[in-house]
């Protein structure tokens, strides 16, 4: 079993910027593939960005040059740089391990 902690999610003001952080357990990270979803009121998850094994990025096009998916496998990690933040992109954001697990989510709210 795999363990995910999210983290880095908060309130901001449109325009501005957040890092979302997901921590998990296990030797086997740096194999794995990792994304970030979301989830907006009313709407159903959507994949934000995923990167693979060998640092292959995707991105759904709504956040194409705003956001930033990097991982450190030396820290069994997964960040998300969020930037130019706007009231849309308001939701929780989900770090998926692979296509088995998933975290608890961290909310990101932008204020207009």
């Known amino acids: 079993q795999v363990q995910l902690v999210e983290s880095g999610g908060g309130l901001v003001q449109a325009g501005g910027s957040l890092r979302l952080s997901c921590a998990a357990s296990?030797?086997?990270?740096?194999?794995?593939?990792m994304a970030w979803y979301r989830q907006a009121p009313g709407k159903q998850r959507e994949l934000v960005a995923s990167i693979t094994s060998r640092d292959s990025t995707n991105y759904v096009d709504s956040v194409k040059g705003r956001f930033t998916i990097s991982r450190d496998n030396a820290k069994n990690t997964v960040y998300l740089q969020m930037n130019s933040l706007k009231p849309e992109d308001t939701a929780v954001y989900y770090c998926?391990?692979?296509?088995?697990?998933w975290g608890k989510g961290t909310l990101v709210t932008v204020s207009p």
């Open positions: 296990g030797s086997a990270f740096s194999i794995v593939s």
């Open positions: 998926r391990y692979s296509s088995l697990y």
